[in-house]
């Protein structure tokens, strides 16, 4: 990810330098008799079937100030230099060739002759370099380097004059449950989109208008709408839809509030946890077994603590995740935090997309902060950042004064729970440990002192247990009235990457997996007993068998 600095040295070496037809028909020239060119269906993809012409070629001049280029013509350079920089043998003849084409172009002029020459050199030797970087990210290199760097191609997000794509609710205000924002996706600005909301038996459909955001990193086309919900009452069925008359609405989506009264033994509040959960085929087990218990009625909210689609830089994957996912996240409320591949662009996707949907932090802090709270019964929820733009672990002095000054304002003791999230670790069995412990070295006294009772991260591909642990010290082997904080590390699933083996070294990590996974969590408090109670699963979604549990219980 980081090799990606060079990935401007190369557009501009090969703009420079001219145009496809021009390098393609020297290095065919040079090729040894009967040599096979080097192309691979593999590394190019085909065009974006979502592109027509009119917005994939744009002016190179505009954004560089070199010589027009189209998107074609990009796509074919920044393809063929990736095949080269895969043969040694190639790259090495297609380096004597660029020389060769140097001197040639600039036979008039020795300065610019030598310093073609002298970018060749210097390509020689970050070409691979840059391309090595690039093999385990999920992008179509040349159409995402084109968008992202020379900026002669779009990706839109959906179909002109499409319907409304992309649709999630989430809960916009950290207490009043009572509102909840929906957030949708079209090509182009559809004036008067709203939402629009009834229940059985409602005399009239209540609505409300969007208000409309959208990013042009990555060569992302569309426009992101979002609108609230408001008043609706506790237990209650709704119906919703999304759009306008003039250019087309939703499918009906009906969702359900919570009860007045939730998490008691007779209604416990049920919530997934996922992380690591990607566009690609490898999530469809934990899709299929999520929307399973988001149909059967089981589902209260989600929590996505990070890696949320992994799009990386290519925005077409953002768009086929939120359609992947829509069929459970359009019913019940879908909570994010950001995770290590949304840093494109300092988050701008990210914010524009899920972000700016979420509830604001209270109290008050940094208009770009990705961290808020959420109080749902009497169980609270604290969902912290964890990340920087450069792609470290961090827990800012800023954000952590904020999660102090926010605790200080709730009664533990009558709520007596709290469940803290976020993407990266403070303890992990396999990702060596130095980069929790820069965590640990942050927060986890604040976690301590606090009482976190239950901590969610992900990060890394499995699923990791832990007894109570302060300054890696067991502090018991149970969770009946735990000393310390629980964390639990599920980002098991399921991304192109795949999965991370497990193994304890430490008496701390009773268990772990490597299957594909998401967490199941139920909250209740026994007012009579005075007993909070957390039962904890761990679902392996191949299966659907449970394959891990254990049950939190503390007196309050």
């Not at 096979?36 to 590394?43: G, I, L, T």
Request: hydrophobic share 40%; net charge negative.
């Amino acid at each position: 990810m980081r090799r990606c600095q060079w990935c401007g040295v190369v557009l501009l070496l090969f703009t420079f330098l001219g145009t496809t037809t021009f390098v393609e028909a020297s290095l065919k020239r040079q090729l040894l008799p009967g040599a096979a060119p080097f192309h691979s269906a593999r590394r190019v993809a085909p065009p974006h079937p979502r592109l027509p012409s009119e917005v994939q070629e744009a002016s190179l001049a505009a954004a560089m100030g070199t010589p027009s280029m189209s998107c074609g013509e990009c796509r074919s350079i920044v393809g063929t230099v990736y095949n080269v920089s895969e043969n040694p043998a190639v790259f090495n003849l297609t380096v004597d060739v660029l020389l060769d084409i140097c001197k040639a172009k600039f036979s008039n002029d020795t300065q610019k002759a030598s310093l073609c020459e002298d970018i060749v050199k210097l390509g020689t030797g970050i070409f691979p370099l840059i391309f090595g970087g690039l093999e385990s990210l999920a992008w179509d290199i040349p159409l995402t380097f084109c968008a992202d760097i020379v900026k002669v191609c779009s990706e839109p997000c959906c179909e002109p004059m499409g319907l409304p794509e992309e649709i999630y609710i989430n809960f916009n205000d950290p207490k009043d449950l009572s509102q909840i924002r929906v957030t949708w996706i079209t090509l182009n600005q559809t004036q008067g989109a709203m939402v629009q909301w009834w229940h059985k038996g409602q005399a009239h459909v209540s609505s409300a208008l969007e208000a409309t955001r959208t990013y042009t990193a990555g060569g992302w086309i569309g426009v992101i709408h979002s609108a609230v919900m408001t008043k609706l009452a506790p237990d209650t069925a709704y119906t919703y839809r999304v759009g306008c008359d003039r250019f087309g609405w939703s499918e009906n989506i009906t969702f359900s509030t919570l009860p007045e009264v939730i998490g008691v033994p007779t209604r416990p509040l049920r919530v997934l946890q996922i992380a690591d959960m990607g566009y690609a085929a490898f999530s469809n087990d934990t899709v299929a077994r999520m929307a399973s218990y988001v149909a059967d009625g089981k589902v209260d909210f989600i929590i996505h603590n990070g890696d949320v689609s992994y799009a990386d830089a290519d925005m077409q994957h953002w768009d086929l995740f939120m359609n992947k996912v829509q069929p459970f996240t359009s019913v019940v409320p879908y909570m994010t935090t950001p995770g290590n591949h949304e840093l494109y662009w300092n988050f701008t996707a990210y914010q524009a997309r899920l972000g700016m949907s979420m509830p604001k932090p209270v109290p008050a802090t940094g208009s770009a902060a990705m961290y808020y709270t959420l109080t749902v019964g009497k169980f609270e929820f604290v969902f912290l950042d964890s990340e920087t733009w450069i792609d470290t672990g961090n827990l800012d002095p800023m954000q952590l004064d904020w999660y102090q000054r926010y605790l200080d304002t709730v009664n533990r003791t009558d709520h007596p729970i709290l469940t803290v999230t976020q993407h990266r670790p403070m303890y992990c069995q396999t990702c060596g440990d130095v980069l929790s412990k820069i965590l640990r070295d942050q927060a986890e006294t604040l976690f301590y002192q606090t009482k976190v009772d239950l901590h969610l991260s992900g990060h890394m591909h499995n699923y990791q247990r832990m007894f109570p642990v302060y300054n890696e010290t067991l502090m018991g082997t149970n969770y009946t009235n735990p000393k310390a904080p629980v964390y639990i590390l599920n980002g098991a699933a399921g991304n192109r990457e795949g999965q991370d083996n497990w193994r304890s070294t430490k008496p701390y990590f009773p268990f772990g997996s490597s299957a594909y996974g998401m967490s199941y969590i139920e909250y209740s408090l026994d007012e009579v007993s005075r007993v909070a109670t957390v039962d904890f699963q761990f679902i392996d979604t191949t299966t659907g068998e449970v394959a891990d549990a254990f049950t939190l219980l503390k007196d309050y």
